[in-house]
């Protein structure tokens, strides 16, 4: 109901992990200074990159919810150039972005390409997250739409 476009629906689904800071009374004192200063989600790309286990990202959960425009664009900018798995774009139906770590320097975890480029994707899907991150929007109900699949696949 309300869909009046044509063409496949673009689902796009986005994990943003957790944009808190640890904070206890408990924390190690070798490591408590740097889980106050760095989110859990840094630490943790740190680790899996030390180990050989992922690609370095610049994404940052607490820029996702900051309700800042600049500081929205900038997250989603940096989930889709390192994907990992923690956005992914559907198209039809069809897993088109995202899905699977990059295991190497370089390999962005793309499984296909749908001929639209990161700078429309990131375009198409920023507005979305702005105003749905805006206080008082209804998380449930996001009060708008990212444009339609044309405008996804259309320039690049």
């Known amino acids: 109901e309300g869909h009046t476009g ?15 800071m640890p904070s206890s009374p408990h924390l190690d004192p070798a490591t408590a200074y740097l889980k106050a200063r760095y989110p859990r989600f840094l630490m943790h790309t740190v680790l899996k990159h030390s180990e050989g286990k992922g690609v370095l990202s610049t ?17 989603v900018k940096a989930l889709l150039a390192s994907p990992n798995n923690n956005i992914r774009v559907f198209v039809g139906g069809v897993l088109v972005f995202g899905g699977r ?6 390999d962005s975890g793309v499984y296909a390409n749908s001929g639209s480029s990161l700078a ?22 996001p009060q ?9 696949a259309g320039s690049g």
Do not use: M, W
Request: glycine content about 8%; charged content about 25%.
């Open 59 to 75: 994404y940052d959960p607490r820029d996702l919810f900051s309700r800042e425009h600049e500081r929205v664009k900038r997250a």
């Open 101 to 106: 770590p990059a295991q190497k320097e370089g």
């Open 144 to 152: 708008a739409t990212a444009p339609g699949p044309a405008a996804v």
């Open 6 to 20: 044509s063409g496949p629906i673009v689902c796009v689904e986005i994990k943003p992990k957790a944009g808190c």
């Open 120 to 141: 429309t994707l990131s375009a198409a899907l920023q507005p979305a997250l702005h105003v749905a991150n805006r206080p008082g929007a209804d998380a449930a109900a």
